[in-house]
């Protein structure tokens, strides 16, 4: 199930820059944390980078200095400078929400956005 919506993904030159986006139309519900994977033909799912419930940014080593994760009210963002062909990958966000506070927290998913970089 996607609940939700991603844009941002393309074909890029090794160097280039894209910015990824990811909204959820529909929750209200309080959200905990926010985050982006990616997964390589071949490869395990990833995590790329993430806001945690202490709001501050964290960002794996390979992408460090080159990803920048924020967000607003209702979209995440993923920028990505530099980027370099080993970053090619489908690029999948989530969030981390908990409806009451009787609920667990639940996780939704976005529907992925593929990120091609040519060399």
């Known amino acids: 199930q996607v609940d939700l919506v991603e844009s941002g993904g393309g074909l890029v030159q090794a160097g280039g820059s894209l910015r990824l986006s990811c909204t959820n139309p529909?929750?209200?519900?309080?959200?905990?944390?926010v985050g982006w994977y990616r997964q390589a033909p071949g490869n395990e799912r990833e995590l790329v980078a993430n806001i945690g419930s202490g709001g501050t940014p964290m960002s794996v080593d390979s992408v460090k200095g080159r990803f920048t994760i924020s967000r607003d009210r209702r979209t995440v963002y993923l920028q990505m400078n530099s980027l370099k062909s080993e970053d090619t990958a489908v690029y999948y966000c989530?969030?981390?929400?908990?409806?009451?506070?009787?609920?667990?927290?639940?996780?939704?998913w976005g529907q992925g956005t593929q990120v091609t970089v040519s060399s």
């Open positions: 989530y969030e981390d929400i908990k409806p009451s506070i009787e609920s667990p927290i639940i996780r939704l």
């Open positions: 529909r929750n209200t519900a309080s959200i905990v944390a």
